[in-house]
């Protein structure tokens, strides 16, 4: 089924969007195993997955709409010096997928493509809902109880 050609670009630049995430996940997940910190190595790899699945859906649609997706075009990754601001990349990277995702959700929407809005939205919820939710309650807790009390909470293992 040949698709709108607006849409197949609003997935190819999610697509690279969520191609960077994955590449910072990865990074950061490796820099918390070789720190020691289990709990956030354990949760960022599942954030590694998560995106490698949002990438999956991503292609599959596009190729269902005889798109061809774009696997080299990405934004630059963000790799932090430390916990706080590895986490605080991590969310820059998902607030600017959220507004990527809503952005293309309503060209879906003009292009009356809503099978695609449909799968756009369920990444929505993931990046809103698990994702997002996640890193800024993390960035409250080492407000809260403070970034050494943060770090030994994240040593054992989940």
Aim: proline share 3%; aromatic share 6%; net charge negative.
């Amino acid at each position: 089924m040949k698709g709108s050609d607006k849409v197949i670009a609003e997935l190819n630049g999610l697509l690279a969007w969520e191609l960077g995430a994955m590449d910072q996940y990865f990074i950061h997940a490796e820099m918390y195993a070789d720190w020691g910190l289990n709990k956030l190595h354990e949760r960022i790899a599942h954030e590694f997955e998560d995106e490698k699945g949002h990438a999956k859906a991503l292609i599959e649609r596009m190729l269902f709409l005889e798109g061809t997706p774009d696997m080299v075009t990405r934004p630059p990754i963000q790799v932090g010096k430390d916990v706080p601001e590895m986490l605080q990349n991590d969310l820059n990277v998902e607030l600017a997928v959220d507004k990527a995702l809503k952005d293309a959700i309503k060209v879906c929407e003009a292009e009356q493509d809503y099978h695609s809005r449909e799968v756009l939205e369920r990444l929505l919820e993931d990046t809103e809902v698990d994702h997002t939710w996640w890193l800024e309650k993390q960035l409250g807790l080492i407000e809260k109880v403070g970034l050494p009390n943060y770090l030994q909470s994240q040593m054992g293992s989940e």
